[in-house]
C-alpha cells in the first residue's frame, strides 16, 4: 500500500484524463492517483472497462458524447478533430482541485472558477505538435487534409493552456516543451515506476536482447527489428500494435515476436534478458526504468526521457543516430561491458512510486495554499 499523506483524504478532488482503453504508462500514473484520492470522480473522452484496472473502474467515470460512438475504443485517432467539442461540453462539479493527466485534451476540461488546476502534462498534444509524421504518415494527400486541422488544435491547446493554473512536466524534455508550445513555467516530477515489484535477486545476463513497447511507427521498433535481421542475435519483442505484421515481414528466424504479456511475464523477461533495447524517442520511457530496476542494462537513442534515465556507461548505453550500424554498435559495446545491478537498480530507485507521491504532494499543497 503506497504511502499517501493523509491530508489528501480531506482535499475534495477531480480527475481527468484523456480515454481510458489500455493500462500504459499514463494509466499507471492515474491509479496511482486513484489510490491517493479514492472518492475523486474521473472525466474521460471514452472508457473500455475491461481494458483497465479494477482501482480505475471503481471511481466514477464520466464520459463524452463519443463513448457512444460504435467502435471508438479502437478508431479514435480518426475522430482526433471532435475531441476539443467533446471534452468543452463535459464540466467538472466545484471542487478544491482538478488533477488532469494529459497528452491530448484532458487538461481543457471546463470547471468551477473556484477550483484550482494542477496539470500533469505527459507532454503538449503529441499528435498536433509533434510525430506528425509518425502519426499521419507522409502521404502529401492526408498532408493537406490534415495541415489546417492540425494549425487549428495547436491555436486551442495553447488557448487552453490557459486554464492550468500549474503545469508539472514529467521530463526536463516536456518541460522545455510546455515552455516552448505554451509559454508556461512548470514543474517536474518524475512518473512512477513500481520498483519494488521488481526482485533484487539479480540473474545472469540471457542470451537474447527484448523489447517491451507498444508496435507503433513512433517507437520504430523498425529499427531495431531490421539490425537484428542483419546480426542474427536473439530478439524477443513483447507487444502488440499496428505494425505487428509489417514487422513481422522484415523479420528473420532470429526474432521472437511474444504478443501481450502480462506483468508478470514481462518481469520475468527483464530477469532474464541481455539487456533492453530502446530505439525511439519518448517524453519519458517508463520501460527503461523497470529493466534498470532489474539491474539490466538499457542500449537507447540518445533523445527525449532517455537522456534522464540512463546513465552513459553506468546503467546502459546511448546510441546518437536512427540507424542500423549505430544501434548496433551500442549493442556490441553494452555486451563487451561488464556492469553492476546493484548501480543499475540504484539509478532505478530514483523513479519510484514514493518519490513520486512525495513531489506531487508539494505542489498540491503549494497550489492549494
Not at 542475435?233 to 521472437?256: D, Q, V
Request: charged share 20%; aromatic share 10%; with cysteine.
Amino acid at each position: 500500500m503506497n504511502n499517501f499523506p493523509e491530508k489528501w483524504r480531506k482535499i475534495n478532488v477531480t480527475l481527468s484524463h484523456d480515454w481510458l482503453t489500455g493500462m500504459r504508462g499514463g494509466e499507471r500514473v492515474l491509479e496511482i492517483l486513484c489510490e491517493g484520492f479514492p472518492q475523486a470522480s474521473i472525466f474521460t473522452l471514452f472508457h473500455k472497462q475491461s481494458a483497465v484496472s479494477d482501482i480505475i473502474n471503481a471511481h466514477n467515470i464520466n464520459t463524452s458524447f463519443l463513448q457512444n460512438i460504435p467502435g471508438i475504443t479502437q478508431h479514435y485517432r480518426w475522430l482526433l478533430p471532435l475531441f476539443p467539442l467533446a471534452i468543452s461540453n463535459m464540466y467538472a462539479p466545484p471542487t478544491d482541485l482538478l488533477i488532469s493527466t494529459s497528452h491530448c485534451v484532458a487538461k481543457a476540461l471546463p470547471l468551477a472558477p473556484k477550483t484550482r488546476h494542477i496539470c500533469y502534462c505527459f507532454t503538449p498534444m503529441r499528435y498536433a505538435w509533434i510525430f506528425y509524421d509518425e502519426y499521419f504518415g507522409r502521404n502529401p494527400a492526408k498532408a493537406l487534409i490534415a495541415k489546417p486541422i492540425l494549425s487549428m488544435l495547436r491555436a486551442w491547446d495553447k488557448k487552453t493552456s490557459s486554464r492550468v493554473n500549474r503545469f508539472v512536466a514529467i521530463s526536463k524534455h516536456v518541460q522545455t516543451r510546455i515552455k516552448n508550445f505554451y509559454g508556461r513555467d512548470s514543474d517536474v516530477v518524475y512518473p512512477p515506476v513500481n520498483t519494488h515489484c521488481f526482485s533484487q535477486e539479480y540473474k545472469a545476463n540471457g542470451l537474447f536482447d527484448l523489447i517491451v513497447s507498444a508496435l507503433v511507427p513512433y517507437k520504430r521498433i523498425d529499427l531495431a527489428v531490421r539490425a537484428y535481421s542483419r546480426s542474427g542475435t536473439p530478439l524477443k519483442i513483447a507487444g502488440t500494435g499496428s505494425e505487428m505484421k509489417k514487422l513481422r515481414a522484415i523479420s528473420t528466424s532470429n526474432i521472437e515476436f511474444l504478443g501481450w504479456q502480462s506483468d508478470e511475464q514481462i518481469a520475468q523477461l527483464y530477469q532474464t534478458c541481455r539487456m533492453l533495447i530502446f530505439p525511439g524517442e519518448e517524453d519519458f520511457g517508463i520501460v527503461p526504468v523497470e529493466a534498470q530496476a532489474n539491474g539490466k542494462p538499457v542500449v537507447a537513442y540518445a533523445r527525449g526521457g532517455a537522456l534522464e534515465t540512463v546513465i552513459p556507461d553506468t546503467t546502459g548505453i546511448l546510441f546518437e543516430e536512427q540507424t542500423e550500424q549505430s544501434l548496433l554498435d551500442a549493442v556490441h559495446s553494452c555486451a563487451s561491458t561488464k556492469w553492476d545491478p546493484g548501480a543499475i537498480r540504484a539509478n532505478a530507485e530514483k523513479f519510484s512510486v514514493s518519490n513520486f507521491i512525495k513531489g506531487l504532494a508539494g505542489i498540491i499543497d503549494e497550489t492549494l495554499s
